[in-house]
């Protein structure tokens, strides 16, 4: 069974930059496709970055582009989130997720293999 656990959230202030990191364990993600969401409070939950398990297609949300970078790295079975320029928009419960299918990812983080339990980003001054 996939399980995920994500680290690296925190207070950071505005055009600061995160981390985050999902550590991934029963399985090896090398044969998943990732994904990251943010839940901002009173919204939907909405995806973030998507990379297909090659990386040869990885997309982002219109509001992150060029300024969120999703990553992986099969040696340490995980996967990242770099965020630069940081807005308090951004401020959301963040959550990575994975699954065979790319396309179940963007469709949503309900019914994926694996789902990471949370880390919150505050990004305030």
């Known amino acids: 069974q996939l399980q995920l656990v994500e680290s690296g959230g925190g207070l950071v202030q505005p055009g600061g930059s995160l981390r985050l990191s999902c550590a991934a364990s029963g399985r090896d993600l090398d044969y998943y496709a990732i994904g990251w969401f943010r839940q901002a409070p009173g919204k939907e939950r909405e995806v973030v970055s998507a990379s297909s398990f090659s990386g040869s297609s990885i997309s982002y949300l219109d509001a992150v582009k060029g300024r969120f970078t999703i990553s992986r790295d099969n040696t340490r079975n995980t996967m990242y989130l770099q965020m630069n320029s940081l807005k308090p928009e951004d401020t959301a419960v963040y959550y990575c997720?994975?699954?065979?299918?790319?396309?179940?990812?963007?469709?949503?983080?309900?019914?994926?293999?694996?789902r990471g339990q949370g880390t919150l980003v505050t990004v305030s001054s």
């Open positions: 997720a994975a699954d065979h299918s790319l396309e179940l990812i963007l469709q949503g983080y309900e019914y994926l293999e694996g």
